[in-house]
């Protein structure tokens, strides 16, 4: 069986965190591998990771600084070798054929660069089942929005059905190591260190497809998220959190939309960033710096979006297809 790391980025998870790593050393498909990166946790995160170590297969790195999600998922996935790389999040727990079945099903099909499982929300420190939709893969739209398909929703036929999606949620996604590698900027940086957080799957997912590397959706591999962000409840989040999401919405395109894309989706994608620069500016001004950081970043992010096109194996016409309309889910075999 072709073998398998996982990588793992913690801040402030301790009350999640043992479950979401007893569930991962115990699949029927072990992790030869397993990366914990804690992010200056203030919590007691690092004495539950050390306790855990003591009978479970866990390498912790430190870092005494919160360098935000994508950098310490990078520092793990450079400290992995398998040809396959689980990211879980730490408050995600997998069944024990999470794996088992994931693995095959994306191994077994050409050109998979990453996979996901149907993800369930989870309650409470042992991420309990709920009958609740957290992730069935990762869908877009022409405003140049990406959503989690079926979040908050009840489980349904439809989302039963094996899927080509645009991309995985980052909760518990598994990428192939030669896709990584291939879309990877200077010094490994396989996700973005200028989104920071969030949206940074959805950034990866993007050069994915522009590369031609499909993502596909196996129902039968599942788990349970808890989720602290969730879309349902945006208006509700810390400012912090919106204007990261503010910021690296502008990113985002920056990095991964040519002008072949930005006429197939026009106009929706002009009337979404008026709307979000008007609210920046009325409701929801604790967000406001979010898009002069964005700002200061856009030369940074325009000669990534000119390196990523000058790349692509797939046009822009092509990739703009999954944000339109009845583009955003593809049955397998299609």
């Known amino acids: 069986m072709t073998g398998v790391d996982a990588c793992v980025v913690v801040r402030n998870h301790a009350r999640t965190l043992r479950s979401t790593l007893t569930s991962l050393a115990g699949q029927i498909e072990r992790p030869g591998r ?9 919590d007691s995160s690092v004495g539950v990771i050390e306790d855990l170590a003591r009978t479970l297969p866990l390498e912790l790195h430190r870092f005494h600084e919160n360098r935000g999600f994508a950098a310490a998922a990078n520092e793990g996935i450079r400290r992995t070798r398998s040809e396959w790389i689980l990211a879980l999040n730490p408050d995600c727990r997998l ?8 693995l095959p099903a994306a191994a077994q099909r050409d050109r998979v660069g990453a996979a996901t ?7 409470g420190e042992s991420l309990l089942p709920t009958d609740r939709v957290d992730s069935a893969g990762m869908v877009v739209t022409a405003s140049g929005r990406h959503l989690d398909r079926g979040a908050g929703q009840r489980l349904r036929a439809r989302l039963l059905r094996p899927a080509w999606m645009f991309g ?8 192939r190591r030669e896709a990584l590698e291939d879309v990877a900027y200077p010094a490994g940086e ?6 920071f957080a969030y949206r940074e799957d959805a950034d990866l997912a ?4 522009r590369r031609a590397w499909r993502c596909l959706y196996s129902p039968e591999a599942r788990a349970w998220h808890e989720r602290g962000l969730k879309p349902e409840k945006r208006r509700r989040e810390t400012p912090e959190i919106n204007r990261h999401s503010v910021r690296n919405r502008f990113l985002l395109r920056w990095s991964n939309a040519d002008w072949r894309w930005l006429a197939s989706c026009f106009p929706w994608w002009l009337v979404r960033d008026a709307v979000v620069t ?7 001004r604790a967000s406001l710096p979010g898009l002069s950081e964005a700002w200061a970043l856009r030369p940074q992010q325009r000669a990534r979006g000119r390196a990523n096109a000058s790349r692509a194996l797939v046009s822009g016409w092509h990739a703009a297809r999954w944000f339109l309309p009845g583009g955003h889910v593809r049955r397998v075999g299609a």
Request: aromatic share 10%.
């Open 34 to 42: 397993i990366v914990v990166v804690d992010n200056a946790s203030t």
């Open 95 to 102: 069944a024990p054929d999470y794996l088992s079945h994931l």
């Open 117 to 123: 499982g149907l993800l369930l929300r989870g309650e």
């Open 168 to 175: 995985a949620s980052a909760a518990a996604s598994l990428y």
């Open 190 to 195: 396989v996700f973005d260190e200028g989104f």
């Open 206 to 209: 993007w050069r994915l497809q």
């Open 278 to 284: 008007l609210a920046c500016v009325t409701v929801e």
